[in-house]
Each structure stands twice: as C-alpha cells, then as structure tokens.
C-alpha cells in the first residue's frame, strides 16, 4: 500500500490545517504488531478538509510507542502523541485523547483495529452534515479472528432493525451494538458529561447512550473498518491464573452494577429497564466465573440473579455444557 507523505495528505485540504475538522482518536497498548496497519489506514484517508491523529499510547512495553515515533517524525504536524510514564487504563487514556482532540468530529478506533476504505471519514463527514439531527453514526465491520484468520461481518442490521435507535434500544443492546472502529460523533457529545458516564468499566456503553440522549444516531450501511478478535484486547482478554480472572471480573461486575443504578436515579432508565439490566449484569459475571473456572460459585449465582428467569436459564445451560465438556 501507497501511504502518501504529509505533504501530499495536505494538498487536497481545504480550510485552516491547524483547525481539523476531524480528530482520529486511538488509544493503543502493546499493539506492536497491529499499530502500523491502524497508522497507515489512517493517513489513507483522502479527504478535503483537515483532519488529525491523536493518539494515546499507555506505557506498552513492547515496540508500540517506538513504531508511533517513527510515524511521527514523518508526519508531524499530523500526528500527536500523548503518552505516560505508567499504565493509566483504558478509561483514563480514552478520556485524554477525548480532551486533546480539536475536531469537531471524533472517529475512534484502537490501535489493533483498522479503516478498509480510503473516504471512510468523508462519508461520515457526509452524513453527519446532511441530518444536523444526528451526534453519532457507525456501521458493520469486517471482523478477523487473529487464531484462525475466520473473517466475518458483525454489527450489520436490517432497515427494521434500525429503524428506531432510541434510549431503550441502546440500553438494551449494550456497548457492543457498534464496531469501535466505526464509530463517529460530535465532540460537543462529550461536552458536561453527566456523573454517570465515568461509572462504566467502558467507554462504549455511556459514549452510546450519551449520544442518543443528545441527539439521533445513525447507521451507515457500509463495511469501513476492521475489527480484530485476539486475546490482547481488552474484551477478550486471557488471564494467567483464575484468582486473577475473578478478580477482574468482580471489579468489573461491582462498577458496572453501580452505573446502572446511577442511570436509574438519574431517571435515565426506568424501573423495569434497571431490573433487565441488573439481571444481564448478574448473568455476564456468573458466565465469566464459569469460564475462570469457578463452577460452585456459578451454581451460588444462580439463586443471586435478580428478576429474570431468562438468564437463569440461559446460565444453567452454560454450566451444564461445561460440566459435561
């Protein structure tokens, strides 16, 4: 792949290059062997109007901050780097990147993740303007297991599908109803963020809900990233022993239980939505034990899932097949 020099990048902009009309914002850690591919698919990028790359590099101890120095070098008033003498965590890195951004437009995308179209920005951009209504687009992304090289589409849905993207649709979907590396939204999103928003073990889930409370979001039918699914990411992490995993998941568990309840006194759920999502919290904890190895404990956790006979369900068919496998 050709990757264009600054120079080139530049000569079809139109407007002030030191006032970027879109900010890429990507937090990395230890991505060594992916960064270059989330680098160049960002410099790819062909465009009229400027835009930047901030990224936040949080203390890898790998080659990552090395590769992003080079890229630098070559590309330095395209490319920022912020970066930390210890690890801050993905929260904490996400955030800064959020706050040094200086576009009106945010496109995330983390450092093992990529851009597979060079106008993926301009169709965002595109979309953004021609419905004023809308603080926040995605769309499906090509999904690659880094194991086997299985490649799939995730996250594409049907007209009827999206045909209604309100509060209670993204509450219950979760986080994970979009690719990361296909999401786009007004900064001004993020603008007096409530309480609320910093109590999720993610980003993903309150940057949604923020933007549907704020305004529409919109779904673009077109493949623009791609997705991979390896054991460095945060979602599908490998832990080396199964305390470890437990601990995780209970902090993890602890937090996101206490932003639900923050929504619910906020009045941004209601009642019978708090219970559905307590009760998918339960069910996700007691999944993870069974996967760390802790059978008893799950066999505990069902007596302890709250008002849902579905996830009960759906949990002791999960035990059983690991009991019998």
Not at 163 to 185: E, Q
């Amino acid at each position: 792949m050709y990757i264009k020099s600054e120079e080139e990048i530049k000569k079809s902009w139109k407007g002030d290059e030191t006032n970027p009309l879109v900010s890429i914002c990507c937090i990395t850690y230890n991505h060594e062997k992916y960064i270059s591919d989330a680098l160049n698919s960002f410099l790819m990028q062909e465009t009229k109007f400027p835009f930047e790359i901030v990224i936040g590099e949080d203390c890898s101890d790998d080659k990552t901050l090395k590769i992003i120095k080079e890229y630098k070098l070559n590309y330095p008033t395209i490319i920022r780097v912020i970066t930390s003498e210890r690890n801050v965590g993905m929260c904490e890195n996400f955030d800064r990147v959020i706050d040094a951004a200086q576009g009106e437009y945010i496109a995330l995308c983390e450092g093992d993740d990529y851009f597979t179209i060079k106008d993926k920005l301009t169709i965002n951009v595109k979309e953004m303007k021609n419905d004023m209504r809308l603080s926040f687009v995605f769309g499906p992304a090509v999904q690659i297991n880094e194991k086997n090289d299985d490649k799939k589409i995730r996250n594409q849905y049907t007209k009827k599908e999206v045909s209604k993207i309100d509060l209670n649709w993204v509450l219950k979907k979760g986080g994970a109803f979009y690719p990361t590396p296909t999401s786009f939204f007004r900064k001004s999103v993020l603008h007096e963020k409530p309480k609320w928003f910093d109590f999720h073990f993610t980003r993903d889930y309150p940057l949604a809900i923020l933007s549907v409370l704020k305004g529409r979001i919109g779904y673009i039918d077109k493949v623009t990233a791609c997705y991979r699914y390896n054991e460095g990411s945060v979602s599908n992490k490998k832990f080396g022993c199964i305390k470890e995993c437990k601990k995780s998941a209970t902090n993890k568990y602890h937090k996101n239980l206490e932003f639900i309840k923050m929504i619910y006194k906020e009045n941004v759920a209601e009642y019978t939505m708090y219970k559905l999502l307590a009760a998918k919290e339960d069910y996700v904890y007691y999944s993870k034990l069974i996967n760390c190895g802790y059978r008893f404990s799950t066999l505990v956790g069902l007596f302890k899932i709250r008002y849902s006979l579905y996830y009960k369900s759906r949990l002791i068919l999960k035990l059983a097949y690991k009991l019998i496998n």
